[in-house]
Nanobody
Framework: QVQLVESGGGLVQAGESLRLSCVGTGRTFSYYAMGWFRQAAGKEREFVAGITWDGGDTFYGLPAKGRFTISRDNAKDTLYLQMNSLKPEDTAVYYC??????????????WGQGTQVTVSS
């Protein structure tokens, strides 16, 4: 099973950008479709974006459309989430996950520990 470690979270002001990274180790990263989810305090986990194993197709949840971009570099075993025009409602812990590119979290086999993103108004 692949192990995942996210990084790149932090505190930013509304309108600014962040790029999250997720490095995979242990199993061949390029075997896996991948996804990003987020969970705000007191709320359910929410699908942000998904990407096929080769990066050929991408999928986005409603909050991400038009502002976020998912991508991957299989040579570096790394998944990315570029987040632009951040809003306070984007504040959450962001998780990467391996094994699917769907919005259904139960389809994923492995999860990272999460990285906190906080957007101030």
């Amino acid at each position: 099973q692949v192990q995942l470690v996210e990084s790149g979270g932090g505190l930013v002001q509304a309108g600014e950008s962040l790029r999250l990274s997720c490095v995979g180790t242990g199993r061949t990263f390029s075997y896996y479709a991948m996804g990003w989810f987020r969970q705000a305090a007191g709320k359910e986990r929410e699908f942000v974006a998904g990407i096929t194993w080769d990066g050929g197709d991408t999928f986005y949840g409603l909050p991400a459309k038009g502002r976020f971009t998912i991508s991957r570099d299989n040579a570096k075993d790394t998944l990315y989430l570029q987040m632009n025009s951040l809003k306070p409602e984007d504040t959450a812990v962001y998780y990467c996950a391996a094994g699917s590119d769907s919005p259904r979290d139960y389809e994923y086999d492995a999860w990272g520990q999460g990285t906190q993103v906080t957007v101030s108004s």
